[in-house]
C-alpha cells in the first residue's frame, strides 16, 4: 500500500523558513519522479518543484531561488526546503509521486479528481501559513 506522509508545516513570519519532509512507502521511491504541489484556498493547484530519479529538478518561477527540492533514497524521504517565504506561499503543500514527469503533470491536472489515481499518488498535506 502506497503512502505519503508529509510534515514540517507551520506558521512562520514572512522572510522566515521552514522544511518540509515526506516518508514515502509501499513504491520504489528512487525510481519514481517526486514534486511538490501545494494548493491555497480559493485556489487551483499549482506545482512547486519535480525532482526526476536522475536527480534533474524543476521549479515553479514563483518559487526559484527560495525552495530546494531534494530526496533521500536510503530514507525514502522527500524534501522541501522553502526560505524567505512570502505570505502567498501560504498553502496546503502536498508531496506527490508519479512513474514519469507526464504522469506528474497529468497528476496535477487531475488533483481533486478520483481519476489522479490513474496517474500517481499524493500524500494528505501539510498546511504552511506566512503571516505578513
Known amino acids: 500500500q502506497v503512502q505519503l506522509v508529509e510534515s514540517g508545516g507551520g506558521s512562520v513570519q514572512a522572510g522566515g523558513s521552514l522544511r518540509l519532509s515526506c516518508l514515502a512507502s509501499g513504491f520504489t521511491f528512487s525510481t519514481y519522479v517526486m514534486g511538490w504541489f501545494r494548493q491555497a484556498p480559493g485556489k487551483e493547484p499549482e506545482g512547486v518543484a519535480t525532482i526526476d530519479s536522475d536527480g534533474s529538478t524543476t521549479y515553479a518561477d514563483s518559487v526559484k531561488d527560495r525552495f530546494t527540492i531534494s530526496q533521500d533514497n536510503a530514507k525514502n524521504t522527500l524534501y522541501l526546503e522553502m526560505n524567505s517565504l512570502k505570505p502567498e506561499d501560504t498553502a496546503m503543500y502536498y508531496c506527490?509521486?508519479?512513474?514519469?514527469?507526464?504522469?506528474?503533470?497529468?497528476?496535477?491536472?487531475?488533483?481533486?479528481?478520483?481519476?489522479?489515481?490513474?496517474?500517481?499518488?499524493r500524500g494528505q498535506g501539510t498546511q504552511v501559513t506566512v503571516s505578513s
Open positions: 506527490a509521486a508519479a512513474r514519469s514527469k507526464l504522469a506528474m503533470t497529468w497528476l496535477l491536472k487531475k488533483f481533486s479528481s478520483p481519476e489522479s489515481a490513474d496517474f500517481g499518488y
